[in-house]
C-alpha cells in the first residue's frame, strides 16, 4: 500500500473489503457441527496476519480477506481487480485452488507452488494454515476421522513447512500447533 494513501482512506479499504468477502460468503457455513458463518474464516486469517503476525500491509489484510472468494464464490478476477486493484487480486489468485481439478492435486499443487508465490500471498497461506489447524483443534469437522485430521496436519505442514523467513511470528505458531500434534 503506498504511503501516499492516507490512514483513514486504508481504514475505508479495509471496511469495503470486509464488506464485500461478508456478502460473498453470507451463505456459507463451516464444516463443524456448530456451522460457524464461513467469513468468520476470512476475517480471522486477517486478525491472525494484523495481530499475531504484525502485519499492516492493507494490501495483504485484503487479500486475506478476499483469498477464498475466487475459490469458493461466484467472485471473478475481474471483479476483484475492479473493486480492489490488481496487486490484491494477483494475490488472491495465488492462494486460490483450481476446483475443476481432484481435490489430491489440487492438494499436491499447494505443494509444488508454494515456493514461487509472493512473500504477500506466502503470508496469507501461513495465516491461513494457523486458523485452519487452530479450527481443526477446536471442533472436528462433521465426518472427518481423527485420522484425516492428522492427515490435514501432516500436509499442511509440508506446504508451510517450505516458507521460512517470511513471518517468524506466524511461522513460530505453526511451529508450536505442529509440536503438540506431534507432527
Do not use: C
Amino acid at each position: 500500500m503506498s504511503a501516499a494513501v492516507s490512514e483513514g482512506e486504508q481504514v475505508k479499504l479495509l471496511i469495503k473489503t470486509v464488506d464485500f468477502a461478508a456478502k460473498k460468503h453470507a451463505a456459507q457455513r463451516r464444516k463443524d457441527a456448530e456451522k460457524t458463518p464461513y467469513i468468520n474464516h476470512p476475517v480471522g486469517v486477517a486478525n491472525i496476519l494484523a495481530n499475531e503476525g504484525g502485519v499492516s500491509d492493507v494490501t495483504v489484510l485484503q487479500a486475506a480477506l478476499l483469498h477464498d472468494t475466487v475459490e469458493d464464490t461466484d467472485t471473478s478476477y475481474e471483479e476483484l481487480v475492479a473493486y480492489f486493484g490488481e496487486t490484491v487480486a494477483n494475490i488472491v489468485m495465488e492462494e486460490t485452488d483450481d476446483k475443476t481439478l481432484p481435490k489430491a492435486e489440487r492438494k499436491q499443487k499447494q505443494v509444488e507452488r508454494i515456493e514461487k508465490m509472493s512473500r504477500e500471498a506466502k503470508m496469507v497461506k501461513l495465516a491461513d494454515k494457523l486458523y485452519n489447524l487452530r479450527d481443526l483443534n477446536r471442533a472436528t469437522p462433521e465426518g472427518w476421522s481423527e485420522e484425516r485430521v492428522g492427515e490435514y496436519f501432516k500436509w499442511a505442514k509440508s506446504v508451510t513447512g517450505q516458507i521460512q523467513g517470511v513471518n517468524q511470528a506466524l511461522e513460530l505458531e505453526l511451529n508450536k500447533v505442529y509440536d503438540a500434534r506431534n507432527v
